[in-house]
Structure formats: C-alpha cells, structure tokens
C-alpha cells in the first residue's frame, strides 16, 4: 500500500510498504477515505523539531474499519468511522473525568501513520467513533467536516471549553490557523456572545467571521493586545482561547484577559511561559490535548451531522496521497490554511 | 492611638501615632477590635522580603466604624464590619466576574496598618462586610471566627473554589498554615468527599482533621507524591488547593493532581513555576487574590453566622497589641498556627 513517509526536513515521499496487520488483540485496521496535514506535522517538515527520517506521517484520518483484533466488541468490519488522534480507554479515572486525550491505561496516546491508504488504530473499541452509514451517504464538505472530529476541530473545541466561556461571554481567540478558527466554532457552540478573532490574514478572518467572530483584530504584539482593551472598556476578554503555542501568545493572552479569566490553551508550548503575572490577576491557565473521542461522542459529531458547524472549511487545498508533498509545501508556504488528502474516493 | 510598626527584620514596635482621619469621600475610619498576623507578614519580618522601617502593618481587622466619607451611603458609624484586606468597588468588570481583589477601579488594593486602634479603610462603601449587630453580642470563638473572613478564610474558600471542586470530589490540600487549613474547610463547603491533608505537623494535621480531612500525607516530597497517588488508585487527585507559594509546592501540585484536574493556588508564587508539564496532562493553574468581599457576602458570613463553620480555631495564640512582638515571634517560631491580636475588648 501507499504511505507517506518522512525523509528530511523538506522532503515527504509516498512509499510502497506492507498493509498493516492486526498486532494486538485492541487494534484496529482501518482502510483511509480522507486524511490531512496538521500544523503540528509542519514542525518536523520544517525541521524546527526533529523527526526520524522514514517514519510514517499523520495523525488524523476518516475511513471504513477493514478488520479488528479479538478484544474489539464495540466497532466491527464495515464501520465507517473517525480516526482521534488520542486513544482513550473509556474507563480509567481521566477518561471517565472527560480527559481520554490523557487516558491513564496506556502511554502510548497518540496516532501515527494515518497519510497512508491504511492504518492501523491501536486501543480502537473506545477510542473510534462511528459514523452513521457509509462515506457514499455524505457530501464531500460533509467529510471534509468529519475528518475534522480527528483532531483539528476537537482541539478549537478543547481550547474553548478550557477557557471556560460561560453564554454571552467575550471571548478572545489568538491564532489564525485551523485549530484557532475551529476555536471560534467551538466558542459559538458554547454561547459566546462576541468573539474577537486576532488575525493577520484577509483569508483566514474572512473564515474566521464566517464561523462565527464578531471582531477582528489585525494588530500584532502591543497594538493588538491595545486594540482587545479597548474593544472590552479596558477590562479584557472574559475568556481567551490561545491557539498558537508560542511563549509571546501565552504571555499576549494574559494581557487581553481580564480579572479572572481562564486562558484555554491547545497550542503546543514551546519555551516556558512565565505564570505568576497570572497569579496577580487570578488569570487561569487551562488546556493540553484534546479528549477527542469525548467530544466527538458528545457534542462534535452530532453538531456536524445536523449541519449545526462546518469545521471542514478549514482545509482551502485539496491532493491526492500521491501529492502528499504538495500538500506539506501548500501549508508551510501559508497557502493552505489546512490540506487535505483524498485518499480514497469513498 | 497605638500601631504596630516595623523597624527592621524580627522586629515590630507599638507606637503613638496620630489617629488616622478621612482622607477621601470613600474611606471610612475603624476602631478596631480584633486584629492578627498573617503568613505573608512573615516575609518581610524575617527579611525575607523587603519592607520599610516605620510602616504601619497588618492587613486584616474586625472592628465598629467610627466614622464615614461623604461617598460611603451603605455603611455608617456603629456598624459592626469585617475589614477585607481587599478593596473592590463592586461594580467594575472585575467585582461584577466575582474578582473584587483584583478590582479595576483603583490600584491600592489591599489593606495596611490594621495591627493599630483605627484604621483607615478606602473605598469602604462595597468592600467592608456588615455584620449584625454588635461585637459584644458574639462569643469569643465567634468574633475569632469573623477576623478570618478579613483574608485567611476567604483565602483558603479561594483556593478550594480555584480548583474547581466537584461534589464528591478526591481534594489534596498542600500546605497546612492557616490558609491551607481554612482550604480544608473550603473544600469541604464545595463538597469534597474525600481531603487529602499533606501536613508534617501534628498540631496542624490535628485540626485538619476537625476542619474535613479525611487523609493525612505526613510525608514529604517525592514520598508524599506518592502517598497521594496511592490513596487515588494512581490516578491522582481531582482538585489540587496549594497554599505554600513555593515552586516546588506548585510543582508538587502538577504531580498529585489527576489528568484534567485544576491547582487552586493561593500561595504567593515565589520563582517562576514550569507550567508546561501541566499542558501534557492537561492540568489547570487558577487562583491568586481572593475575592473577599464577594466570599464574605455570598457565603462565609452566613457560614460561620449559623455556625456551620468555625475557622477561627486557627487562632491557636492570643496576645494583646502591645505584645505584637510576641504574636509575630510565635508565628514565627511556627509556635502559633496563626496568631490573634485582641485589640479592644469590644
């Protein structure tokens, strides 16, 4: 089968290696519909963060269940279903608390390989959510919307709820990518009753007042956390969701925060933001992985199939796996705001 | 009129000083009845931190108003009042989010020179609580009970609310002064099942006990750690209060707190905590001033009023003013749990 492999900083190739098979008896193989490239993935391909030359790439992924192991009741051949990137048990102390992006049963939580035209899908009873019917029942935004609910939705989502927005809050959005606009989804699902987006992209805040924001701020640094004062009477955002990662966005959202505050953060941290500042202003800090197959079972999954959220927006370029370094490349460069790989036609 | 002054590190002085009189529309002038030292006072006592010679100290008093600005319409002189070391406005975004310590209104914030006969109190016509009737219709257990609503009280509920406890919630309180104690009873009023008190003394693990701890940790560091996860089934607790302010105490928190869990801290943070830790288990950080006068009036006057709790046994010795020296000492020396300065007989 076809995989999409990492070669080098730069350089992803689609490489024929052997289907998987079932290794254990919690597994999952999964034949891929449609898969995608996460910002995270740019990381590595821009060779920020190490990565080891000939590991297959991608975490997130739609497609139908081609066989399970022994210990896997729920999901049987056939299924069709979403792919989290988390793994969650369903049972332990975090996943019953809603935290299975965190499951306590085993370490190994996060997905791989799913750029490939099959995946296997570890801890996969609990952790996969089914999708009424077949791929063919859907439109092809429908599925762009699905493949959301693997991570990038479920993790604007995650930065919304940590943040605590309670109906008719301000809420603040730091972060123009995928996962920030999948924020300004999840901030509107919870009631928000203003949402500033801070965007520097005519694209992406045009996307970003489609979903849902009543403000965008195109300042940076200074003038942007000025603007946010002054669109709130100087007291700050009631909730802010931080979708970026860097050290000066956790630091910029405990300055738009007002007293109080809960920042949800979903960007991965980079070097050690300082918190004691927040400590003076009771700002909170909240976030980290998504519980994705929660959120997909709770609330996600059901708000895309009503058409209630259009998450699948995101992805402005569409490839198919064999031009899998195109779509890296479209997203590095910021022409994509999200790619999107057809795998499969269904 | 006598005020406690500090000369240098170890050592206060009561002096004659004039008698503070209205300075602005919104201060109101308190004779004092009660007063006492808290752990924050320590710092700059042992030299910890710096402070200047001849300032007037203390930051937490009950007493009767004596007289008022021409701002103040809701509190006049007679009224019985508890003195928050916080000054909300109660009408800023802040106060009206339930923030009031960290009000928008004015800078100034907290309390000075309690440790006196009267105090002036700024922007009192909000922040002052009124308690029925006068001192000398409570028992002494009871007045002891309403000087902690000054701060320690309502810090400890702060902490406990910060952690976001839940009904039948597995609490772990680190710290067991008497903010880590009041945590206790906080915890128990949210209605933790079970709380978890790391305390290394026995006077203090005893009224921890009293206050609602189910569970003494008398280990220390990495032992302690993993006393906590072992009472939790290895998953860790769900709701962390941490009333030290150390970073290891911070830090200690992020090991003890189950996935998705939230540290209340009410300790004021010393070096910068790591906070990225938290962001892979998806564990919280709120707290810092408490809202005391929001506290006061929506819950722990009528709390200790109907006698359902009794914070004040955190006073475990009693000095008069002119024996200040000796309240600070015994604190100090850890020979009081926290020490009550009797002021005026009523």
């Known amino acids: 089968m076809k995989s999409g492999i990492f070669i080098e ?9 052997p289907k998987p098979t079932i290794q254990e008896p919690t597994d999952a193989i999964i034949r891929v519909i449609r898969a995608c490239v996460c910002g995270s993935d740019l990381w590595w391909f821009r060779g920020i963060n190490p990565a080891k030359s000939g590991t297959a790439e991608g975490h997130e992924s739609i497609g139908v269940v081609e066989e399970v192991g022994s210990a896997v009741t729920d999901i049987k051949p056939g299924d069709f279903v979403i792919a989290p990137f988390t793994h969650g048990c369903g049972h ?9 992006g965190n499951c306590l049963e085993h370490q190994d939580n996060f997905s791989v390989a799913n750029q490939s035209e099959y995946v296997r899908y570890p801890y996969a009873n609990w952790a996969l959510v089914k999708v009424p019917g077949k791929p063919e029942d859907y ?6 919307s699905l493949l959301t609910l693997a991570d990038v939705m479920a993790t604007g989502y995650h930065a919304a709820v940590s943040s605590e927005i309670k109906k008719g809050d301000t809420v603040a959005v730091i972060g123009d990518g995928a996962v920030g606009l999948c924020g300004v989804i999840g901030a509107k ?23 849902g924001a009543t403000d965008i701020v195109a300042e940076k640094g200074e003038k942007a956390v000025e603007k946010v004062l002054a669109l709130t009477n100087g007291a700050g955002a009631d909730a802010v969701l931080e979708c970026v990662g860097a050290t000066s966005a956790i630091e910029q959202a405990g300055q738009i925060a007002r007293p109080g505050a ?6 991965v941290p980079q070097a050690e933001p300082k918190s004691n500042q927040l400590f003076w202003q009771n700002k909170g800090l ?15 999954l059901d708000a895309v199939l009503k058409g ?4 699948g927006k995101v992805f402005t370029k569409r490839f198919d796996l064999d031009h899998l370094q195109d779509a890296y490349e479209a997203m590095s460069n910021r022409e994509a705001i999200k790619s999107l790989i057809v795998v499969a036609n269904q």
């Open 9 to 17: 900083p730069g350089k992803m190739e689609v490489r024929n290696v």
């Open 92 to 100: 332990c102390a975090a996943c019953k608390a809603g935290f299975d």
């Open 139 to 144: 439109t092809d935004e429908q599925l762009n």
């Open 189 to 211: 699902l919870l009631g928000a009753g203003r949402i500033i987006s801070l965007s520097h992209h005519e694209d992406r805040a045009k996307l970003a007042r489609e979903f």
């Open 262 to 267: 809960v920042i949800g953060r979903v960007g």
């Open 286 to 300: 909240r976030g980290g992985v998504a519980p994705v197959t929660t959120y997909d079972k709770n609330v996600l």
């Open 308 to 311: 209630k959220i259009n998450p």
